[in-house]
């Protein structure tokens, strides 16, 4: 089979196009024939080198494709069946343990950037019906995030306010299920064009950070001076401010990015007197991947795919992954 693999230490200049043997699936495994995949910052912190790769790795955490075979066992797939990968394969449901958050396709293990994929029957759960592999390659990350941050841990309902930033997959999924959950949304971006795109998506308010330095004041004026239910924080430190400006008091704030930073200055008196929850997050589990798609299934969200590109050209993905001209999701077929 034809795969990519990043060699360790990684870089981008250290990806390149191998064929390797054809695994078989085991006892309680299935044979998946991968169609696409899709670039996460988790993904470019493998590739490029900030996490560190012990060994040479098949990269890519999302992917979507048909299962060929069934190992032993299975009971949950047939061949034919559309599935996607899910980011913790062995998270099932409920709160992580650290045993839930091992096993991560590309970094702790070989991931989906190959033509088949041999793994447990529960790392996968079925694609949305009607969705392309490419779309389906967009979820198990990216919007599972999105998804966890304000239908799980904010339990956004209807009327409430979100806050989203930037125009990167999981700020754009927030938007959609914030809006499917009756929400109003208030997004930032540096672009004005972006931002223009955000509002035919169904953004409510538009923020330009960059004219609006001060964008957590303005972010609570517009909720008529009561402030944001729930923030989306992709930032980190050099947004986390700002994030805390714009919330209610007894407002969520999901952290789930590290875009400005690994570290920095928390505002803790601010954070503390208006009894705000800063809730830290990574992904979710299979059930929630699964409650997800029946989301997906009712409202018609489909994912803003960017551009695709040939699984020669992974490295090419990356660079424009990191030149930060996109617009949703990058994907890669396979």
Known sequence: ????????????????TVT?????????EILVRMRAVSLNFHDLAVVSGMIP???ERIPMSDGAGEVVAVGEGVTDFVVGDKVMSTFFPNWHDGYPSLEALLGVPGDHV????????????????AIPTGYSFEEAACLPCAALTAWRAVSEEAKIKAGDWV?????GGVSIFALQFAKALGAKVIATSSSDDKLARLKDMGADH???YKDTPEWGAKARELTGGIGVDEIVEIGGPGTLTQSIAAARIGGHITLIGVLTGVSGEVPTAALFSSNITLKGVTVSSHRAQNDMVALIEKSGIKPVIDKVFALEELAGAFAHQISGAHFGKIVVTV
């Not at 390797?20 to 309680?28: E, F, K, N, T, V």
């Open 53 to 55: 790769l012990a060994e």
């Open 110 to 125: 070989n991931g989906m950037a190959a033509e088949l994929v041999a793994m447990p029957a529960s790392a996968f759960t």
């Open 20 to 28: 390797l043997d054809d695994p078989s699936p085991a006892a309680g």
């Open 1 to 16: 089979m034809k795969a990519a693999q990043v060699a360790s230490p990684a870089g981008l200049d250290k990806i390149s």
């Open 163 to 167: 806050l989203v930033q930037g125009t």
């Open 206 to 208: 538009l923020i330009n």
